[in-house]
């Protein structure tokens, strides 16, 4: 079955600890992308990537860091920089066109103590 | 700029229902393209829906219809004979021409209480 993976389903960091969210697909989409979403929000971008090797700042990339080496997989880093971590995190994938719909992970709720 | 507004935050039907949930789009783009997708109690968003701009055709699936409305720039989605199933967080969404980014709304936390 082709989709979308994401794991751990939950993490728990302590501060000052660098964590890696991984994201992995396998329907060979050239688009990934990573969203935040806080309790009763709605979702804010942070980063993506249209193609190998490449990727953008989105609206709030300040302390996350992320990297495209391979078509299927897209982990962002949450860094120690990012103030207020604890969130809901989200990944996605386009075929490329923003005439694509757009899919997404099961996501990975990631606790700060 | 591009912006979606879903302005109902929340909303509580009982079941058997119809119940519409209402999404303002905002957009310079000639070509664009609107989406819904419902956000379950598991967090995992699941697509519904997704119209272009030059398309102003209703679409009914089952329960679910879709009207989009350019004059007004509208795209509310009606639940027809809700469930308690349909409980979840809508969102509206938005893509266009100046590529690869998608604009969501806030959400809309549907109460289906039986």
């Known amino acids: 079955d082709g989709g979308i993976t994401q794991s751990p389903k939950y993490l728990f960091r302590k501060e000052g600890q660098n964590v890696t969210l991984s994201c992995e697909q396998n329907l060979n989409h050239d688009a990934m992308y990573w969203y935040r979403q806080d309790p009763g929000q709605g979702l804010r971008l942070i980063y993506y990537s249209q193609i190998v090797n490449d990727f953008q700042k989105g609206d709030i990339a300040e302390g996350y860091s992320v990297s495209r080496e391979k078509k299927e997989s897209f982990p962002l880093t949450v860094t120690s920089a990012q103030k207020n971590p604890t969130a809901f995190y989200l990944c996605?994938?386009?075929?490329?066109?923003?005439?694509?719909?757009?899919?997404f992970g099961p996501g990975t709720r990631l606790t700060v103590l | 700029a591009q912006k979606v507004t879903q302005a109902q935050t929340e909303i509580s039907v009982v079941e058997k229902e119809d119940v519409t949930l209402d999404c303002v789009y905002e957009?310079?783009?000639?070509?664009?393209?609107l989406f819904w997708y419902k956000q379950p109690p598991s967090g995992e968003l699941v697509f519904l829906i997704r119209r272009n701009s030059f398309d102003e055709q209703n679409e009914i699936s089952g329960r679910y219809s879709w009207n989009f409305q350019k004059s007004t720039s509208s795209f509310n989605f009606t639940i027809t004979a809700s469930q308690v199933v349909d409980s979840a967080v809508y969102f509206c969404?938005?893509?266009?021409?100046?590529?690869?980014?998608?604009?969501f709304g806030s959400g809309t936390k549907l109460n289906v209480k039986p």
């Open positions: 957009t310079r783009d000639t070509t664009y393209y």
């Open positions: 996605a994938s386009t075929s490329g066109g923003y005439t694509d719909t757009q899919y």
């Open positions: 969404a938005l893509s266009g021409d100046n590529f690869n980014k998608f604009y």
